[in-house]
């Protein structure tokens, strides 16, 4: 009987192993198709990316043909259409491409280290202290020294939207790190430079209201090869930096407790994501201008789409930046025939609604 009764164990043994096995292979079968899925996903947005920028590259108020588009892109001395193409068009949609990515995925960190849906460079004053910064270089013509003066609108501008964000940062440190606080504080900051900025429009001249006002509606007529490096190396040293915090990040999403239980370390998380939220909303800010809700409606559309794990939303949320970015570059230079609107008006008019329509979906 012994004998039996241990031989009954042993199978009833074997036969649970062999469903735990079966279970834990249909795991990984389904993680794996969910990461194919995702991939995909992330392919497909690649591709509109590259059509849209291709459109935004053909079209515009000039309506250059196909074989003068070519030979103008080959032949960059070639008369006038060799300027508008090599110092007008291909600008324009690479700083587009380059500011949505910048914005999409300092958005989507912003979100998950403060834990807060409507977290975004433009709701938190990144976006309001550079319009200040700006207004004291275009209204006061405030200086620095050896600066070239081109360069100087965008640097202050820079400048002030780095300081709003170290401040984020300091009553994050000086309230625990109260992701509450640091809200708060941030729509303070942006009611806080709003009110400055109406203060240099009331005392700017003609002029400097008017490039005041055309600068806070953002635009990317101010693009060029010079501000496009700088952009594009910017975006190149600070982002692989994101996605190496990718599953310290997703931990997070947990909960600080759950996080700190799996090693990380929550209080510099949040302190390094603040640091690179700073320079790349802050790059983007001071090159174009404010744009409204791209950092906010990128990272939704993302985590719609690729879900919280970070490996894929972060890539997912810049990917989808770009996306809307250079789909509001064509609509700013197509809406108005002859016209280039500021894209910053067409990312507001276009982001409230589609932000309404992807919030209340199926009664989120």
């Not at 005392?203 to 501000?227: C, H, N, P, Y």
């Not at 982002?239 to 700190?260: I, Q, S």
Request: aromatic content about 8%.
């Amino acid at each position: 009987m012994p004998n039996k009764d241990v031989m009954k164990d042993s199978d009833a043994s074997s036969a649970e192993m062999t469903r735990l096995a079966a279970r834990l292979t249909g795991i990984q079968t389904a993680y794996a198709q969910l990461t194919r899925h995702r991939v995909a996903l992330l392919g497909i947005l690649g591709g509109l990316i590259l059509l849209s920028l291709l459109l935004d590259f053909s079209l515009g108020p000039a309506g250059l043909g196909p074989r003068a588009l070519v030979h103008a892109l080959l032949n960059p001395s070639s008369g006038t259409n060799g300027v508008i193409v090599w110092h007008i068009r291909l600008p324009y949609a690479l700083m587009a491409i380059l500011v949505g990515c910048a914005l999409g995925i300092a958005g989507g960190e912003m979100q998950t280290v403060l834990d807060n849906p409507l977290a975004s460079p433009y709701t938190l004053g990144v976006s309001a202290a550079a319009a200040f910064g700006a207004s004291l270089a275009i209204v006061l013509h405030w200086h620095i020294p050896y600066v070239p003066e081109t360069w100087m609108v965008p640097l202050e501008a820079f400048l002030f939207a780095v300081g709003s964000a170290c401040l984020l940062e300091v009553v994050a440190r000086a309230r625990g790190h109260s992701t509450t606080m640091v809200v708060l504080f941030g729509i303070a900051l942006v009611f806080t430079f709003h009110a400055f900025v109406a203060l240099m429009q009331f005392i700017a001249d003609e002029d400097a209201l008017q490039d005041l006002v055309f600068w806070t509606m953002g635009s990317l007529t101010r693009a060029d090869w010079g501000k496009i490096s700088v952009m594009a190396v910017g975006c190149a040293v600070v982002l692989p930096f994101c996605f190496r915090a990718a599953p310290a990040l997703t931990a997070l999403r947990l909960g600080e407790d759950r996080a700190a239980s799996y090693g990380v370390d929550v209080k510099r998380l949040r302190m390094m994501s603040l640091l690179r939220i700073s320079i790349l909303s802050a790059l983007a800010v001071s090159f174009v201008g404010t744009i409204g809700f791209v950092g906010l409606v990128a990272p939704h559309i993302a985590r719609r789409l690729l879900g919280e794990d970070h490996r894929f939303y972060l890539p997912g949320s810049a990917l989808c930046g770009c996306l809307i970015m250079s789909l509001a570059s064509i609509a700013a230079k197509n809406i108005m025939p002859g016209v280039v609107i500021p894209v910053g008006i067409v990312t507001s008019l276009v982001g409230i609604p589609f932000f309404l329509a992807v919030v209340l979906r199926k009664g989120a």
